[in-house]
């Protein structure tokens, strides 16, 4: 296993053309602390795929970074899939971010539609159809996915897709390093392995963060919760105490075992960087 901690920068599709045209400096800025590798996430049901391999492509442009597409199998059949594997097998692609996706809101059963129904299913069609080709990463919810009822349940269905093959999880962002901790005890009590790297999101506002953290289930801790609140107006001192909340999760991840950390940019360079730098990384060569 690698002992190298892993930092990876993730990146979505700019959907406006502002977002377009201010993306190569951004990818540029980030490139420059030297990270493992970028990813770029695909939305739900086959939208933003054409996005996402010309965001791929803008990274290959712009660093000689190694990037890690997302591909998500909500409402895709496996000629689809096979299709867009093939793309990044050509484009030099070594590793892919496999998920299910989000559920269309207007679903009318529990279950995926299309021909996958879980990302273990994708997990397992990439593996018998590319073999050893691609280094998948799943990902993992330390505080147990918002569908699921019970977080034993979902660990399980966690490890089905360790068991289908995948090489890594990146999780969820998360603001309660216990929760992590917890899952890692769990992993490893299930005999798992696989390097588990937790997902990051800066904070630069009370309101981004609040619904961000309602969207994905992430508990906001309430001491955190309030000070945010009470900072909503002075971004500056917001901002402080956010690189500070961050910095102090990040440092004790660290500490602690994990093997490395992957920043939610939403394609902005500065919070990440900031981070960055108050966290003083040592890149791996
Ligand atoms: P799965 O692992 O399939 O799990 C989905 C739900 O089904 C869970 O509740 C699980 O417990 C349950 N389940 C799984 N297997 C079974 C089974 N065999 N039987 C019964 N229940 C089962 N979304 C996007 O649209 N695009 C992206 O680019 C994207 N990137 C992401 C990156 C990261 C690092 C993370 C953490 C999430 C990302 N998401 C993205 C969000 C993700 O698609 C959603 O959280 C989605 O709802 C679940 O995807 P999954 O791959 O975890 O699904």
Not at 127 to 148: L, M, N, S, W
Not at 196 to 224: H, Y
Not at 230 to 235: A, K, P, V
Not at 259 to 281: C, D, K, M, Q, V
């Amino acid at each position: 296993m690698d002992l190298q901690p892993s930092f990876s920068f993730e990146l979505f599709p700019p959907r406006t053309p502002e977002g377009v045209a201010k993306l190569p400096a951004a990818i540029s800025q980030l490139a420059s602390v030297g990270p493992n590798y970028f990813s770029v996430t695909h939305g739900a049901c086959g939208s933003d795929q054409d996005g996402t391999y010309d965001t791929l492509l803008t990274v290959v442009e712009h660093t000689g970074v190694d990037v890690a597409p997302h591909l998500t199998c909500v409402g895709s059949t496996r000629a689809n899939v096979a299709r867009t594997l093939q793309r990044y097998q050509e484009a030099g692609v070594k590793r892919i971010v496999a998920l299910r996706g989000d559920l269309p809101d207007n679903a009318r059963t529990p279950f995926a539609p299309g021909e996958f129904r879980y990302a273990s299913d994708l997990v397992t069609f990439i593996r018998q159809t590319c073999g050893d080709t691609f280094k998948i990463e799943v990902a993992a919810y330390p505080e147990t996915h918002p569908e699921a009822g019970c977080p034993d349940v979902d660990f399980d269905n966690f490890r089905r897709k360790v068991e289908a093959g995948a090489d890594g999880a990146l999780t969820q962002l998360f603001y309660n390093a216990d929760a992590y901790f917890d899952f890692m005890e769990r992993c490893e009590k299930a005999g798992i392995d696989i390097p588990i790297v937790p997902g990051i999101m800066p904070i630069t506002s009370f309101e981004k963060t609040l619904r961000f953290c309602t969207s994905c289930g992430a508990d906001l801790p309430r001491w955190v919760r309030l000070r945010l609140e009470h900072l909503q107006n002075d971004r500056t001192a917001l901002l402080e105490f956010g690189l500070s909340v961050v910095t102090r999760l990040c440092e004790t991840l660290l500490r602690n075992g994990a093997p490395g950390l992957h920043f939610y940019t939403i394609n902005h360079a500065e919070p990440t960087l900031r981070l960055w730098n108050s966290l003083a990384l040592t890149v791996p060569a």
